[in-house]
């Protein structure tokens, strides 16, 4: 049974906003604000990634403004003090390459708790960038569309012997009918549930 092919450049975003090392605080933020975005990815020579500057490596500016110096985070207040983006960027860069996972992309941003991630290539040149957003528009597959994928990679690799019906309704996915053995259900519910757009997955389902 293989799994839905969606990949991270499947959803992404091609055209990004980047900055490169020396651009300076004030223009950070103006194309943060105009681009309506959190953050952006730091480039060096022809569009290699080097770093991440997001809202929150500015805030310490405003944080600190009135320079308190009995402030324990030392890398707070020298962010504080900085005025370029190399100076103020998060780095290495939490990066994707464009053939990861959906599912893998989505693990990377909730570990290291972060909303966008540069999709680069196999040497680090910027590709696009992903957004939670942009992982989600896989929910936006229509149920027909979930249907065809489910009876195409996952119903054609059961054995003969299996009659399953199916149906999809806002996502969730109700298999209905019989199959040889009990120890197929988990395999398959697996299977189904590994198909982008999947909500849920209900089991209607006897044993013969």
């Known amino acids: 049974m293989s799994e839905s092919p969606y990949t991270v450049s499947d959803v992404m975003t091609h055209t990004v906003v980047a900055v490169g090392s020396e651009a300076p605080f004030k223009e950070i933020v103006e194309l943060l604000d105009q681009w309506k975005v959190s953050a952006l990815p730091v480039l060096a020579g022809e569009g290699r990634v080097v770093g991440v500057v997001s809202e929150a490596d500015l805030l310490p500016k405003e944080e600190f403004r009135n320079g308190d110096e009995t402030a324990s985070d030392l890398a707070q207040r020298l962010k504080a003090a900085a005025l370029t983006a190399g100076e103020l960027m998060s780095t290495p860069a939490v990066t994707v390459h464009a053939d990861a996972s959906v599912a893998e992309a989505a693990r990377i941003m909730a570990r290291r708790q972060i909303k966008r991630l540069p999709v680069v ?15 989600l528009k896989v929910f936006l597959r229509s149920d027909g569309e979930i249907a065809d994928e489910i009876r195409g990679s996952v119903l054609t690799h059961l054995p003969v012997t299996t009659a399953l019906g199916i149906s999809v309704i806002e996502g969730v996915v109700t298999l209905s009918g019989s199959m040889p053995e009990r120890g197929l259900v988990p ?11 999947v909500v849920d997955v209900q089991l209607d389902l006897s044993h013969r």
Do not use: Y
């Open 121 to 135: 290539d196999g040497v680090g040149m910027l590709q696009g960038i992903v957004s939670r957003g942009d992982l």
């Open 187 to 197: 395999v398959v519910a697996r299977a189904v549930r590994a198909v982008e757009g």
